[in-house]
């Protein structure tokens, strides 16, 4: 068993750290992150207009940005495979099949937590002392870690069952999801978003 998840493991973190999403990803990640360090210690603006600022980029990152990224990355965990006909080895070689969708969903999951994880900790970071505290990092650190599993399945299957995934999980995000997770009652407990 552990021999068969770990081979699903490498046989998936190779291509995807190679692939043009990631790449995309963390060049987007630094732009922001030079830019919003750019705007914090520049001294052009007034700390409570750039606090509020950094404060609205931290929520935008959970509610947008961490659903985004799921839709985006969770296209590469087996549908991309199969698109490129690169998941023929892993289908027919020593790993059973849902070891391979787990291990490939998780690591996915793990990639997309890890990704706006790391944003949320520097825009924490670039905040300072105006935070809400360590347990609010917390508590949005494990928002992330959940959130981001729970949404990378829900799309790897969309994006398996459909072959127009992200269009499809957009909608579902946009027009669902998101008016969803705003309902003022227990429904509202459904969405990953809340």
């Known amino acids: 068993m552990i021999r068969s998840a770990s081979i699903a493991f490498w046989t998936f973190v190779t291509p995807v750290m190679a692939s043009r999403s990631v790449r995309i990803g963390v060049l987007l990640a630094v732009f922001f992150v030079l830019g919003v360090a750019g705007v914090r210690f520049s001294g052009l603006?007034?700390?409570r207009m750039v606090i509020a600022s950094l404060e609205?980029?931290?929520?935008?990152l959970v509610m947008i940005g961490l659903p985004v990224a799921a839709i985006i990355l969770s296209d590469t965990?087996?549908?991309d495979?199969?698109?490129?006909?690169?998941?023929?080895?892993s289908l027919l070689g020593p790993v059973p099949r849902p070891t391979l969708a787990i291990v490939r969903t998780g690591a996915t999951a793990a990639l997309v937590g890890a990704f706006v994880g790391s944003l949320l900790l520097i825009s924490r970071g670039l905040l300072g002392s105006a935070g809400d505290g360590a347990v609010a990092l917390a508590r949005e650190i494990l928002a992330v870690l959940v959130g981001g599993a729970a949404y990378t399945a829900m799309f790897g299957f969309i994006h398996l069952?459909?072959?127009r995934g992200l269009i499809a999980g957009l909608v579902l995000l946009f027009l669902i999801d998101l008016p969803l997770g705003r309902v003022p009652f227990g429904i509202r407990n459904l969405s990953p978003s809340y």
Not at 56 to 60: D, L, Q, S, T
Not at 82 to 89: D, G, M, N, V
């Open 77 to 79: 965990a087996l549908r």
């Open 56 to 60: 609205a980029a931290r929520h935008f």
């Open 45 to 47: 603006f007034p700390d």
């Open 161 to 163: 069952i459909n072959r």
């Open 81 to 89: 495979g199969i698109q490129h006909r690169t998941l023929l080895y």
